[in-house]
């Protein structure tokens, strides 16, 4: 007999559980963008703060605390005049980035598949009757996406 088991957060006792704190912390707009840009190399604050289009110094100095309080980045400070401070990606930080690169990846494929239905009109809006247009149908959940070559497995 196969048990499956309970979705987290589920009911009213388990509403504490942590999951939905955790995902809010990390699945906000800024702490996305500031992984994003931090992920292939050590940054420092004017670059980070460049690289991310329209954050606040303040809102990326709490946002980098957070995440350096979650354990996700680390911050160094190099003795020098003045203080070079770079951030990086700890171990449960480059986890999350490579998550967060699946994250883009659907995202990428939802607004070209949006953007073709805005070209084609209502008229192409998924029935479950109908195939979608430009997505092969295979056996089981599985889909491929012709622009990105992508299969559900990439997501996974």
Known sequence: M?????????TAEERECG???RLGRIGDKWTV??????SPESKRFRQ????????SQRVLTLTLRRLERDGLIT??????????????LTREGLSLSRVL???????????????????????SI???????????????????????HRTDQDFV
């Open 2 to 10: 196969e048990v499956t088991p309970p979705e987290p957060c589920a």
């Open 19 to 21: 999951v939905r704190d």
């Open 33 to 38: 963008l500031v992984v994003a840009e931090v």
């Open 48 to 55: 980070l703060q460049r690289s991310v289009h329209g954050i």
């Open 75 to 88: 911050r160094t400070v190099a003795a020098a005049v003045p203080p070079q401070v770079t951030y990086a």
């Open 101 to 123: 690169q699946h994250v883009v990846a659907l995202a990428v494929f939802m607004r070209k598949r949006l953007d073709d239905i805005g070209r084609q009109g209502t008229s």
């Open 126 to 148: 998924h029935r479950p009757d109908r195939p979608l247009k430009g997505v092969r149908q295979r056996s089981g959940t599985a889909f491929s996406c012709p622009a990105h």
